[in-house]
């Protein structure tokens, strides 16, 4: 069975940082894109960022310029900089393998 794992959530302060990581159990972790999206209450999942297997990379207009999408296929994981953060960017942030798979997702709080 192939799991997604998320890590990383938390609490922080508008402004602050966080980065959050994916680590994945399948094999061939490098021929699938790897995306992030996120939940907030009471909305619906939304797309964040995308990295392909050959490292093209997608990002929400809200978030480009503050989050950075990067992946270590030697360590089957994807990784979600996120820099800059504001009180909107809080939500549940989750990890697919192709659209496919999908983590048990990690809680990103935003707030002073």
Request: proline share 4%.
């Amino acid at each position: 069975q192939v799991d997604v794992v998320e890590s990383g959530g938390g609490l922080v302060q508008p402004g602050g940082s966080l980065t959050l990581s994916c680590i994945d159990s399948g094999p061939r972790f490098e021929i699938y894109t790897m995306t992030w999206y996120r939940q907030a209450p009471g909305k619906p999942r939304e797309f964040v960022a995308e990295i392909s297997s050959r490292g093209a990379i997608d990002y929400l207009d809200s978030v480009k310029g503050r989050f950075t999408i990067s992946r270590d296929n030697g360590k089957k994981t994807v990784f979600l900089q996120m820099d800059s953060l504001r009180p909107e960017d809080t939500a549940v942030y989750y990890c697919t393998r192709n659209r496919q798979i999908w983590g048990q997702g990690t809680q990103v709080t935003v707030s002073s």
